[in-house]
């Protein structure tokens, strides 16, 4: 049975029951991030990267993005490596970008946000496309295993050497191969045990 996985960019912001983490300075992220596991040098290199490719992303905003990136993430990509592994079926990775406008935009991309679009429930008008791109994949993949529809850019099958992941989100989307590479290995032995 061929496989959609994937999360949110955002996924700890729903689940967040520590609301200082909303107002993280760059002295309390560095914190903050020590405080969740990752050792201090690692932090330092780690926080170098986020800057590097988010460079317009607040404290806050770069904390939750690791925090999904050390859970939600990488779970999804051991699903799919799995999944593979077996060599039976194909498996289609996303990656949930789009800040909601919910609560002044303080949610973010949060966990299960993109589910409302895949049932075509749009509340804000900017995420009309980004709706009718969610909805046709999951129709598609349900009716032949393959969510690529015309509305939608391209999306390859997953794979261990190309990592093609679609990100959906309302300015654009689109299928990018292995996303936050130097990410994903820099954090690739600091696994969180926990969304937080």
Not at 39 to 54: C, G, I, K, N, S
Not at 140 to 147: I, Q
Not at 166 to 191: C, H, K, T
Request: net charge negative; aromatic share 8%; proline share 7%.
């Amino acid at each position: 049975v061929a496989m959609i996985i994937g999360n949110c960019k955002d996924e700890a912001t729903l689940l967040s029951a520590d609301q200082t983490l909303f107002d993280l300075d760059a002295t309390s992220l560095g914190a903050r991030l020590v405080q969740a596991g990752i050792p201090e040098p690692v932090a330092t290199q780690v926080l170098a990267l986020y800057h590097r490719d988010y460079p317009a992303e607040t404290p806050s905003d770069i904390y939750f993005r690791i925090a999904s990136d050390r859970g939600a993430r990488p779970n999804a990509v051991t699903q799919a490596e799995r999944r593979i592994a077996q060599g039976k079926a194909n498996v289609y990775m996303y990656h949930f970008e789009w800040n909601t406008p919910l609560l002044g935009g303080k949610l973010r991309a949060f966990h299960t946000a993109e589910l409302p679009l895949a049932m075509r429930l749009v509340e804000f008008p900017e995420s009309e496309n980004l709706s009718r791109q969610i909805a046709g994949a999951w129709a598609s993949f349900a009716r032949d295993g393959d969510p690529h529809h015309g509305g939608l850019p391209k999306w390859p099958a997953y794979s261990i050497t190309q990592r093609t992941t679609m990100i959906f989100n309302a300015r654009l989307s689109g299928a990018v191969n292995d996303p936050d590479r130097d990410e994903r290995l820099a954090l690739q032995n600091y696994p969180s045990k926990s969304l937080l």
